[in-house]
């Protein structure tokens, strides 16, 4: 099984401000991996696919870098409605897909 | 509009059995795969099993293989999963998830979620 992490758990960021948030992967995905945002009693909401691609209607300030292990989700400038958990996902060792625990970003 | 709505969920006792449905709507059900994934309260996602548009193919977590049953009515636009045998560590919101499909390839990734139904396991 391929194990996800993700770092840091927290990250607290005013708004306006740019978000960081690290996930890396136990062995190699190559560029198959995705983001998705989950707010409060929602469901998660896929934002990027193939480590940098944004999904339909995913605005701009959202982008996603990395291959192979390491991989970034950068927010440029975060508004309200970002304020959320963030999960990654690898997909390359299918079906044995494997999500990373999570970055919850918060109102600083 | 995608849509996909759960239903099905409750308290049931360790040992028990509960039968999730998943309605599916505005889009072709039956040329894509679907998926159930899970989080337990306050913690992240889990997958759990998926099957393919006709069928076919059918694959499951092994904390619930031998468990639990996916299947499909693509006549009816539904997607449901037979859980058995639940124990206290099942308890968590159950998410319908529609795998990523765009010209012709498919990948192993969630465009599209319902909003989830509770299952709660316990005496």
């Known amino acids: 099984e391929i194990v996800m992490t993700q770092s840091p758990a927290t990250l607290s960021v005013s708004p306006g401000e740019r978000a960081t948030l690290s996930c890396r992967a136990s062995?190699?995905?190559?560029?198959?991996l995705a983001w998705y945002q989950q707010k409060p009693g929602q469901a998660p909401r896929l934002l990027i696919y193939?480590?940098?691609t944004r999904a339909t209607g995913i605005p701009a300030r959202f982008s996603g870098s990395g291959s192979g292990t390491e991989f970034t989700l950068t927010i440029s400038s975060l508004q309200s409605e970002d304020f959320a958990v963030y999960y990654c996902?690898?997909?390359?060792?299918?079906?044995?897909?494997?999500f990373g625990p999570g970055t919850k970003v918060d109102i600083k | 509009e995608v849509q996909l709505v759960e239903s099905g969920g409750g308290l049931v006792k360790p040992g028990g059995s509960l039968r999730l449905s998943c309605a599916a709507s505005?889009?072709?059900?039956?040329?894509?795969?679907m998926n159930w994934v899970r989080q337990a309260p306050g913690k992240g996602l889990e997958w759990v099993s998926s099957?393919?548009?006709?069928?076919?193919?059918?694959y499951y977590a092994d904390s619930v293989k031998g468990r639990f049953t996916i299947s499909r009515d693509n006549a009816k636009n539904s997607l449901y999963l037979q859980m058995n045998s639940l124990r206290a560590e099942d308890t968590a919101v159950y998410y319908c998830?529609?795998?990523?499909?765009?010209?012709?390839?498919?990948?192993?990734?969630?465009?599209?979620w319902g909003q989830g139904t509770l299952v709660t396991v316990s005496s």
């Open positions: 998830a529609r795998k990523y499909c765009s010209g012709g390839s498919c990948y192993f990734f969630f465009d599209y």
């Open positions: 505005g889009f072709t059900f039956s040329s894509y795969s």
């Open positions: 099957i393919s548009s006709s069928s076919s193919y059918i």
């Open positions: 062995q190699s995905v190559s560029s198959n």
């Open positions: 193939g480590a940098s």
């Open positions: 996902q690898q997909y390359n060792n299918w079906p044995r897909i494997t």
